[in-house]
């Protein structure tokens, strides 16, 4: 309260102070002063510079021109700035004023309005000079009520008040004055309101194609008292002077429906301000977050091509469409993909974001993402307007922080990003075995994050059930064998998958059990051969998918789902994570050599008794120990750990 007292004694001076000293200036020089200072308020208000320019970016601008939102983005300022200094005009503001630079265009239609006799609202939205536009009304010899809401500053309240009363026009206050405002209604009388910027109590419509709040009150009462409403838009041509667009008079359809005439009524009306703004947008005010209301919300994931990357950031995904569907908002998702012009451009786009702070440097971003990334995937990335981005992958967690910046959309990432700060991103999920540093925005889990939940592998099993692929009715226990590929120091070869075949058949006879097998992508073609000459005629094996001759993508999952026991190989952190959230027994076969980080995630699962590891030759012991043992199934709570962080951000 101090801190807004304190302001408002210095706003009150301020005001007096600039108006004394702009009635001995000239006004195109007041008004040079006024671009000036829009300049300044440009330069040191980045948080709302940030808004402004990825609104602009989403509505108004190509989005191909990294400069254009830049542009008009600075323009909007100046006009701001512009409009600031033109209300220490208002003293000096009279008939004679208006009569030399203000032009009003269709003009005949105030008339119009008049003759119905039941009232005229003249609706404007927060663009152009609103305080100009009260006089404006004011003075063209009819009577004008304004309608208001009173700031947080009650001096300075008071001093514009005192000044739009000496130009002629009357006020009513928002607060108590709604029975006024239907009597100056019922008087064919006019008033001034305004129709964006609804907040949590307006009414959702279209806004340059994506769900906004817009405030309802010239709309219900048009449709309740049959008032006019004659939507009005400024925009200032050179200097002081300005042309007044005035629409034709806006007449309310009804039906049987009021709600459906108050939205459908408000989207007429909202249609014909986006007309206006799309030809003068430096003169709306951008800085405020024009969707935060909206019910829907876009969701993209941006990818670099691995499978396993792409799950983790789906699993992600559809943590995020849970949270927000709780609330009653719709997701859109989307894919995007990432594909850099050269093999050092990731690296480069790294240390370019790396220096690039979270409100600076809007456009010039694009250029260089432009530069980095081959031109279907710019052009590809470029046509989304998120208001959430997820990826997985060091390499590309660049092109996150950028776009999320110029969107100014939340940003999720999978993995630790590549020499970025975590502080960059509004959440960082990262694997146990990435060795994360404490932060604010982290959450650590177990493994990869990913899809499996109940419904995910009752959908695949049934969609697997119903493919062809099963050769005959299963019988249990079932075994769910799935089989990678190599990596950078992990080879598969012949010798170890003919073990393993002897190991998993030896378990199916002992156990009267069926086989479900699948190979993965990475597989090579010795082990595939291999696969195919031990399982392809054995009775017991009532799936065998060979992944690169046929990628059904209920394969997995339908194994997942309806297998007892799974065996995977264990080079694929993403594939030993997927087995274990299905909450099955898994073992992983120890086989060749892994990398430091693959050997870390096995510790830790293996220690927390998520997965036995098992050397081949081991196998067929213990699938039949752990079955006749039945032990407790134990699993991670990282989609719990997840859902509690996304609650934070969304």
Known sequence: MKQNLIADYLSCILFRVVSFFTFFLPLNFSLFLGRRLGDLIYLFDRRHRAVAYANIRKTVSDNLDCASSARITRRAYQAFGQNLMEISFLPRVNKRYLQKYIHIENKDCI??????????????????????????????????ILFVRDQGFPRLNALLNAYRLKQGAKIIHKDTGIRQLVEVLKSNQSIGMTTDQGGKNGQLVNFFGKEASMSTGAVRLALKYDCAIIPVFYTRVRGPYTKVILDQVFTVTRSADPQNDLRLNLQRLISIYEKYIRQYPHEYLWTYKIYKYGKER???????????????????AKLISRKLADRGIKTHLFVGEVKFRRPLSGLILSWVAGFSGKYRGQGGSLRYLRYALTSESWRSLMSFKPDIIISAGGAISAVNYLLAKENQAKSVVLMRPANLSLKKFNLAIIPRHDQPV?????????GALNLIDADYLSQKTKGLEQSGLIKSPLIHPCIGVLIGGNSKRFFL????????????????????????ISTSRRSTGEVEEVIKNEFSN???????????????????????GLSNIIVTSPESISMISEAVCAKKYVIVFNSGKLSAKHQRFLKNYQNKKYIYVKQTEDLAGFIKEIWQNHPEVNFPEDNLRVSAALDKIL
């Open 438 to 446: 404490s932060g604010s925005n982290l959450v650590i889990t177990e």
């Open 111 to 144: 008339q119009e309005a008049f003759n119905r006799g039941k009232g005229v609202i003249f609706l404007i939205v927060h663009e152009g000079n609103w305080e100009l536009s009260n006089i404006i009304c004011a003075n063209l010899g009819f009577p004008f």
């Open 538 to 560: 054995y009775a017991r094996c009532k799936l065998l998918v060979i992944a690169r001759q046929n990628n059904n993508p209920d394969v997995v999952g339908g194994i997942l």
């Open 298 to 316: 876009e969701v993209l994931i941006i990818t670099d091509s691995k499978t396993g990357h792409l799950r983790q950031s789906e699993g992600a």
């Open 493 to 516: 070869g012949s010798e170890q998958i003919l073990a393993l075949a002897k190991e998993i058949k030896k378990s199916a006879e002992g156990l009267n059990a069926d086989i479900l």
